[in-house]
């Protein structure tokens, strides 16, 4: 059929859109190898110090930034930090808030939880790991005159970016980690961010050490995450 290839809509315009589909044999078999692929990602705690080029973290920001957010706002900031003086410091810091998290601030019970997966306030990684991307959040943008402008759904929005962040880093072939210092307040200081932006989730990329362990956990099997409503 003839279409026109763009239509207004209250005075903006929008143009015809198509995305390749496939036949319902390739839709299982395409949806089944993606989440094959995706089910091998793991978080990695020790890091290889071998160089990635800085046009593959920007290709991974890029895909980050790719995801829906809020009427289009794209209320994020992603740092990407290789500054050897940079990474220390922040290694500094970091450590300085776990160890208080971990010594005062988390119950009993949540270090119980985190055993299995072998944290500890030590944090070597965010001086190894070639890269690491420090996600910020943008409460609010700033205008010309200096007015506040909303975000809307900021969480929701930067959630979805970093987990399309780490499919990313996955496709890759590089690791990461979700690592939340807890609070994150120093790294706006260190980075020297706007007031308007908060951080979000700090995640080292790069290589895993060889020989690399991670905790033998299992996922959760589709009856245990899903509901069906047929
Ligand atoms: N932020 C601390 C503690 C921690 C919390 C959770 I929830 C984890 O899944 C892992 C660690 C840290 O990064 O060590």
Redesign the pocket.
Known sequence: MDVPDHIDINGFKHISYHIDTYSEDELISKSESFYKWLNERRSVRDYSDKRVPKEVIENIINSASTAPSGAHKQPWTFCAISNPLIKSQIRKEAEIE?KE?YDAR?SDRWKKD?EP?G?N?NKPFLETAPWLIIVFKKAYNLDENGNKQNNYYVNESVGIACGMLISAIHNAGLVTLT????PMSFLSKILNRPSNERAFLLLPVGYPKFPTYVPDIKRKPLEETSVFYE
Do not use: A
């Open positions: 776990e998290s988390m985190l997966l944290t306030m690592h939340t210092p807890s």
